[in-house]
């Protein structure tokens, strides 16, 4: 375990295998404009399986965990959405951001427009959904790379 900004980070990813803990987070709900519309914005970008409508729900299944969005006319508070990917996925993601055009940042502030970064000695980058919502892919989990790689994560790289 590593020390960074006051909180404990994980060197190495645990897995509900190691124990007998079954606890995952199942689902979470998503604020949308268009929730159809949304819902096929990310399972077209991340390449998973199309959305299912369920109830007010158009639902994106993301290994154990589903987003769920819902419409809403109210004002729309822009949340943070992180996924963990492989080097492959990454690429094909890249890509597909790539080829629509999209903006998208080497890191969450949106400041370093058009990169990616390579924290952790692997690689993350940022892009909006249709909401401002901001996503995330990585390829390595925050701090997993600790103070002595090349490229430490920030939160981690700063108090060390
Ligand atoms: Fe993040």
């Known amino acids: 375990m590593q020390r960074g900004r006051g909180w404990t980070i994980k060197t190495e990813q645990k897995t509900n295998e190691d124990s007998d803990m079954t606890i995952h987070l199942n689902h979470t709900i998503v604020s949308a404009r268009d929730r159809e519309g949304s819902a096929q914005f990310l399972s077209d ?54 080829d629509r055009g999209l903006s998208y940042w080497a890191d969450p502030s949106r400041r370093n427009e058009g990169r990616i970064n390579t924290w952790d000695g692997g690689r993350g980058m940022y892009w909006d959904d249709p909401n401002g919502h901001l996503l995330e892919i990585i390829t390595r989990p925050y701090g997993s790379g600790g103070t002595t790689t090349d490229n430490p994560h920030p939160l981690v790289g700063e108090n060390s």
Do not use: C, M, W
């Open 45 to 98: 970008i991340l390449g998973v399986a199309a959305p299912e409508t369920v109830g007010p729900f158009a639902i994106v299944q993301i290994g154990e965990t589903s987003l769920d969005f819902v419409e809403t006319e109210e004002e729309i508070h822009p949340q943070h959405y992180a996924f963990s990917v492989n080097e492959a996925e990454f690429d094909a993601i890249f890509q597909r951001i790539k």
